[in-house]
């Protein structure tokens, strides 16, 4: 029998009409009565969990290089490196066997003040070589929320020490996703995360982000000479002026937003960014969980714009999602500063899988590999291909924007190119574009009409063509040619 100990009070929450991924039936490869999923279903609750999304579900067997495999046997393009981590590719030995080895000699090991472990140290060393030159320390957790959590403590902590209990306030941007733990969700700027789990985190507050196809600021007069990305930028400091400069700990902020629709600012919004943190003594935590590693270039992607941030959140690439690792990379003083701290200042922040050694012997390898086989330049080079294959569908009526940055792309569609009207959310036009991509073998995610793109660093130049003409064939089921 099904009991609730609350008895509902209908009506009493107002939710938004969310443009996530909705289940339609036509689309879904899964034989009506698969019986593994019916079991998954028995027993399991899925992340942004979608009772209709797990009647055909796609339960995954087997990788190899770009390539997945469901339970049906059919073979997919992996258009997102799983969930944009699996930078080297499915079914890489060597990652399975530096997990194993590390396994067998010392499986797991505290690293709790008083305690660390050799691939641990191993891996800080190897990362003070590749971050930016002012990042040299570094904090290891589970994954990319709890990378977040850490550095906005920190930030809040950083204020404190220095005086300025009340400069806790953390500032983000719509669209922008920073994971789903409180502090972490009410950093993220995409309101369909909030209204179930309100109350948010008091002191997180949002401002537009710079969103080419999108942004729309009016200038301040005739005589504003200033560009989109400096109008964009210049929203933050309005924000930190209004809330009061004393009150702002952190601006929070992905390089290329990710989930949100790869979003790739403007040259000159950064640099302006770093000022103003620079000006009003706010942290600038860089969230590089996607854009870590690589995925736009560079090892890290405000390196692009020539400045550093003060905190670095990281996760996905850096064991190529073979393990579960993250992490947090410090500005020198402010390490040093948790360093020189005792007594009541500790910096009372931890978790138990934090430096977990088999998680750092899988990032040593895999950072390994990326070398030695050069993915990073060969994931410029693909990201090259998959944008000018990708512009080459921007004709087509609906397709309003075709953005990316290195190997992160997006499709934006639309229902009038000239006002850039969306669709309704109930026409669910991604959600269709995306299943008639299904049945022709790419699988990927969408934000509402944003078609995600970010596939692994060793996808072929061929399977790249084919994302593109599959993409292209399905937009034309879907809306026509
Ligand atoms: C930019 C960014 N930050 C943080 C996260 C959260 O990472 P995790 O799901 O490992 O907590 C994600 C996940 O997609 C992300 O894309």
């Not at 027993?43 to 990788?63: D, E, F």
């Amino acid at each position: 029998m099904l009991r609730c100990h609350w008895p509902r009070r209908p009506g009493r929450v107002r939710l938004p009409r969310f443009r996530s991924q909705k289940a339609h039936s036509l689309a879904m490869t899964a034989p009506e009565n698969d019986p593994l999923a019916a079991r998954d279903r028995a027993v399991l609750i899925h992340s942004l969990h979608n009772r209709a999304l797990q009647q055909h579900p796609h339960i995954w067997t087997r990788g190899q290089g770009a390539l997945l495999w469901d339970q049906t046997g059919q073979e997919f393009l992996d258009g997102l490196a799983g969930l944009w981590n699996v930078i080297a590719g499915h079914g890489r030995q060597e990652l399975a066997n530096a997990a194993a080895r590390q396994m067998s000699e010392l499986a797991y090991a505290s690293a709790y003040a008083g305690c660390s472990s050799q691939p641990a140290i191993e891996l800080g060393e190897r990362l003070a070589g590749l971050f930016y030159p002012g990042i040299k320390k570094f904090f290891f957790t589970s994954g990319g929320a709890e990378s977040n959590e850490s550095a906005i403590k920190t930030a809040r902590y950083f204020a404190r020490l220095n005086g300025y209990p009340e400069k806790y306030k953390v500032i983000g941007r719509r669209w922008g996703y920073h994971g789903t733990t409180l502090a972490a969700m009410s950093a993220t700027g995409i309101g369909s995360y909030w209204p179930m789990f309100e109350p948010r985190v008091p002191g997180f507050l949002h401002i537009e982000g710079p969103y080419p196809y999108r942004f729309n600021a009016a200038p301040r007069g005739p005589d504003d000479q200033r560009t989109p990305g400096e109008m964009a930028a210049d929203l933050l400091e309005e924000a930190i002026v209004r809330e009061g400069p004393d009150t702002v700990a952190a601006f929070l902020g992905e390089p290329v937003q990710g989930a949100g629709g790869v979003i790739v600012p403007p040259d000159d919004y950064w640099p302006r960014i770093r000022q103003i943190c620079d000006r009003y003594k706010v942290l600038l935590i860089a969230d590089e969980v996607i854009t870590g590693f690589g995925r736009t270039g560079p090892w890290f992607a405000l390196e692009r714009y020539g400045i550093e941030p003060d905190l670095v959140t990281f996760a996905k690439g850096i064991t190529s999602g073979y393990f579960p690792l993250g992490g947090v990379g410090l500005r020198s003083d402010i390490a040093d500063a948790i360093d020189a701290a005792s007594g009541p200042q500790t910096w009372m922040h931890a978790f138990t899988y934090s430096g977990h050694p088999t998680g750092c012997a899988v990032a040593l390898a895999n950072l390994d590999l990326i070398e030695r086989e050069g993915l990073r330049e060969r994931a410029a080079e693909l990201g090259q291909r998959l944008l000018t294959g990708l512009k080459s569908l921007a004709g087509h009526p609906h397709v309003g924007d075709v953005r990316g940055l290195g190997l992160m792309a997006a499709v934006e569609f639309v229902a009038d190119k000239g006002t850039k009207a969306e669709f309704p959310t109930e026409r669910a036009i991604g959600t269709k574009v995306h299943e008639a991509t299904q049945r022709r073998g790419l699988f990927t995610r969408l934000r509402g009409d944003v078609f995600n793109l970010a596939p692994c660093y060793v996808t072929t130049d061929a399977q790249i063509d084919r994302i593109v003409s599959i993409l292209g064939d399905s937009i034309d089921e879907v809306l026509g040619k």
